[in-house]
């Protein structure tokens, strides 16, 4: 409003000198004083505010102009109602800028028709050329402000679009490390609680078996102390300056095997020719987290003298991962699925037979399905659980 006041002040001057300079002159009538300087203030006041109230201040100028006109008092009306076309197109729009534009032709068509000047037709002609300037003027400035409009918008959406992005990218690695947590825990506690039940049994028949069990707890907890550290230094590091641990993947089956096989749970382990040849290493981590859980679900659910088998074959571009256990010769008890109760007299269907299931099969299911790949968790034939999985070797891009 600053540059605004002043474009008022410079007209109010202009139009105070043109009446000094007229009242000096006795052939030229002029209003008396308390007549003209009322309506010179009264028609640059509207142009303080032409940007806050456009329409208001654009009308204003139209309307006290007419009499500022009719008396001849200076050429504040004029640039007045050229300076309000132009702010009309620009602050409020083209549409609002064509009425604007009709009623000021209207108005000065009907002045000039009343109360002919001498030169009309050379105030005529400059009148439509400073009108024609204004509107080049305003469409030119119209059409750089609605683009830095665009572009500020496009930003602010870039900018949602990113922090959207980084909500997401947060959730999916809160859910990795997650997964990587529980996986890391319940493998790490299941086999340490195992070991130390097998422990307090054989402390004083077979001391030599305790010891050992003793000692897989050891290294057990070792292990997992390790995990646990590297996923926290992940969590807390903000630099890439921190040494980084390489996370476990499908080769390391074998000694996997060998801690399941200490903790008391006899593992046949197949892996085909060349089966984990290649593999990203996304997916070999999938397939080792998946083999790994499902040994823990086995050593804590099978119950004593299960025996599982790990069979990882190469199918073309899908890695077949198939994890058994014989339950101890018993199958896994199903349970009946929550259902709606039905409405009165409406038919009920058979009520779905579901497997229990916690974090171990959630987590197992994500990461399947992360990879394009699919799952299958369920009683084996003949007893036992069984954990099929199949994850595409080369990730879609």
Known sequence: MAGDSFIAVVLLLTDLLVYVAATETPEVPMPPWYVALPLDIAMVVPLVFRRKATLW???LVLLIGI??????????????????IY??????????????????????????WVDPPEDVWVLAIIGVFATALCWTLGEFAGARRAYHEEVEARLHLLETERDQATRIAVGEERGRIARELHDVVAHAV??????????????DGNPEMAKRALQTISET????????????????SDGDDEPRVPQPDASALTDLADR?????VPVTLAIGANALDGLPAGVSLGVYRIVQESLTNTLKHAGHGAQAEVRVRREADVIDVLVTDDGAGHAKQLVPSATKAAPHGAPTGPRRLTVPGGNGLIGMKERAN??????????APGGGWQVHARLPVRLAT
């Open 67 to 84: 009499p500022h006109g009719a008396l001849e008092l200076g050429v504040a009306s004029g640039l007045a109602l050229m300076i309000s």
């Open 87 to 112: 702010s009309v197109l620009v602050y409020v729009g083209r549409k609002q800028g064509l009425l604007y534009l009709v009623a000021t032709l209207v108005t000065s068509g009907i002045q000039l």
């Open 190 to 203: 299941s086999v340490m609680v195992v070991q130390a039940d097998g422990a307090s049994y054989a402390v």
């Open 221 to 236: 907890g070792r292990g997992a102390l390790a995990e646990l550290r590297r996923l926290l230094d992940v969590l807390r």
């Open 260 to 264: 399941i096989r200490l903790a008391g």
């Open 370 to 379: 992360v990879f394009g790949g699919t799952l299958e968790v369920g009683p």
């Open 57 to 59: 201040s654009a009308y």
